[in-house]
């Protein structure tokens, strides 16, 4: 009878896995002694926790193991650790206090072929600070209100499509309101009309941005390595149409960047683009970074939208709330139509309404991570974190804690957000834009678009039916998977 002694390639590879069997589970033991101190559910062999959590409701399971762990707990996404956190005093120190030592997540190199490395939002520390010191003139709230106009102007393109459809037809919010922010944002960002309500289908500007969010979604979220995308080798169509239309967005924008640079700057001009430029005297951003940062100015047209269709969609369930928007609005603009800043700040129970509103469906419901640059203490939890660790928050889940909201956290309630409750409130009780000097420099411009499309929906007409599914299109951004509206036309 042969023995195995007889085969020794055979024998050399069984020892070889038994050593890799024994190796394995001592390695990855080792690994994870330095989080053994923070709570959470046991991690399962190399799978991690991923049998713990809902994928398709992130912020959900998050919420869930707060409840059960406490403000700190771990979470083994794989093999890799994931520190959670909601304690306020730890939200600061992240966001605020020691903010440089939390750096962009390791989890951005994943959006490079996308948006690159360059922009605002992906570069790392060390090269963020010059860059923002540009984008800060270059957002300041008088400089962003210039684009109200811009705003009314594509309104009222939108409204002349819903009057063609009557009042017995439904409408389609969700097409039509990712159409109209598409435009507001290539002439707020650059001066450039992707013409996407005009040309309705075959703007290929706002068809590649839809294409290229949806594509990398998938990739975000999946455990297939990125180069596996990167080389064809998985999704391998898509990832070649991504690649395609990626570059139609990419050669538009540098078409844009160097009319531009032909060009005498100004110091009054009304677009991001030439603003960014008259403004960075020590030439800290580079064509591509440039280019990097439009085309990211692009990826935001997903959140206006997101949020204004809850707006309306949740004038179905609360016709109360409705008819008090329409009594301010009454007030403030009595017959005429036309925004202005000073108008817009008078609205204060519709600034309540869209809060409330991203409160219960915050636009990005996926975690916020930070990548901690060495050992830390958690100021409030007095956790310790090892460096390398991701440190994450998720908006979405401490929007819905009790501590900060009450009893009736579940309940849609305009009326949290008077003045008095949210000077009560915690700051770190409602982070849809984060906090501190990383936080979205978008986030008037954001509200103005926001308050512009709403007033003037509700200017020019009622909704007496809404056909709205109130569940959201996917676990990163949070959109109704479908909101048509009967429009019935009341302006003059």
């Given at each position: 009878m042969n023995t195995l002694s007889e085969y020794p390639y055979v024998a050399a590879a069984t020892a070889?896995?038994?050593t890799l069997a024994l190796y394995v589970p001592y390695k990855m033991a080792s690994f994870r002694k330095p989080y053994a101190h923070l709570p959470g559910p046991a991690p399962n062999g190399?799978?991690?926790n991923v049998d713990d959590i809902n994928l398709d409701d992130l912020a959900g399971s998050i919420l869930d193991c707060h409840k059960k762990y406490g403000n700190v707990f771990c979470l083994w996404m794989g093999p890799a650790p994931w520190v959670i956190t909601c304690d306020e005093d730890d939200l600061k120190g992240i966001l605020i206090d020691d903010m440089m030592v939390f750096d962009r997540?390791?989890?951005h190199y994943r959006t490079a072929g996308w948006l690159g490395t360059g922009s605002i939002v992906n570069i790392p520390n060390k090269e963020w600070v010059p860059h923002r010191k540009v984008f800060q003139v270059a957002f300041q709230p008088a400089k962003l209100d210039k684009a109200i106009p811009i705003m009314t102007q594509k309104a009222d393109e939108m409204n002349a499509l819903i009057r063609k459809s009557g009042p017995n037809e439904f409408v389609d919010l969700c097409d039509l309101y990712l159409r109209l922010s598409t435009d507001v944002t290539g002439l707020w960002a650059f001066d450039h009309d992707p013409k996407a309500l005009t040309l309705d289908a075959i703007s290929e500007v706002h068809e590649s941005i839809i294409f290229a969010h949806f594509h990398w979604n998938k990739r975000i979220w999946s455990a297939v390595p990125h180069w596996a995308f990167e080389s064809g080798l998985y999704m391998g169509n898509e990832v070649k149409e991504f690649k395609r239309t990626n570059e139609i967005i990419y050669k538009t924008i540098?078409?844009?960047?160097?009319?531009?640079m032909s060009?005498?700057?100004?110091?009054?001009?009304?677009d991001l683009l030439s603003i960014l430029m008259f403004h960075d005297k020590e030439k800290c951003l580079s064509r591509q970074q440039l280019a990097e940062n439009m085309y990211t100015m692009f990826t935001a047209t997903m959140n206006a939208p997101c949020v204004l269709e809850w707006c309306i969609a949740l004038l179905h369930k609360h016709r109360d709330c409705e008819k008090k928007l329409r009594e301010e609005l009454k007030s403030v603009f009595g017959d005429s139509k036309e925004f202005t800043p000073e108008k817009l700040d008078k609205l204060s129970y519709m600034k309540q309404y869209i809060n409330e509103s991203m409160r219960v469906h915050m636009p990005a419901r996926a975690p916020m991570m930070r990548t901690c640059t060495q050992d830390y203490v958690l100021?409030?939890?007095k956790m310790k974190v090892p460096k390398g660790t991701e440190v994450v928050f998720c908006p979405a889940s401490i929007a819905f804690m009790e501590r900060h909201w009450g009893k009736d956290v579940e309940k849609f309630d305009p009326e949290r957000w008077t003045?008095?409750?949210?000077q009560a409130r915690s700051n770190y009780a409602f982070l849809p834009f984060e906090a501190g000097r990383r936080a979205c420099l978008g986030r008037h411009f954001a509200y103005r678009e926001v308050m512009v499309l709403f007033g003037h929906f509700l200017l020019n007409f009622e909704a007496p039916e809404i056909d709205c599914s109130f569940v959201h299109e996917n676990s990163v951004i949070c959109r109704p998977t479908h909101l048509k509206v009967k429009c019935k036309y009341i302006g003059a």
């Open positions: 070889a896995v038994g190399l799978k991690g997540s390791t989890g540098y078409k844009i960047i160097d009319e531009r060009l005498p700057l100004k110091e009054d001009a009304t100021p409030g939890s003045e008095e409750k949210t």
